[in-house]
């Protein structure tokens, strides 16, 4: 048997909810999504939801 186990994140692809983000390097405004933001601008992973 092939089991091809775990949780695969498919709850992603529903729903693209989108949150405003604020870098607090650079000050760009961004939408973002996921845990995991980072800014467009600078990459940098040092931002605030507002
Ligand atoms: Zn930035």
């Known amino acids: 048997m092939c089991t091809v186990g775990g949780p695969m994140a498919d709850v ?4 693209l909810k989108t949150k405003k983000y604020k870098c607090l390097k650079c000050g760009n ?3 973002g999504l996921g845990k995991k933001v980072i800014c ?3 990459q940098s992973d040092n931002v605030e939801e507002v």
Do not use: E, G, L, V
């Open 12 to 15: 992603n692809m529903k729903k």
């Open 29 to 31: 405004d961004f939408k």
């Open 40 to 42: 467009p601008s600078c």
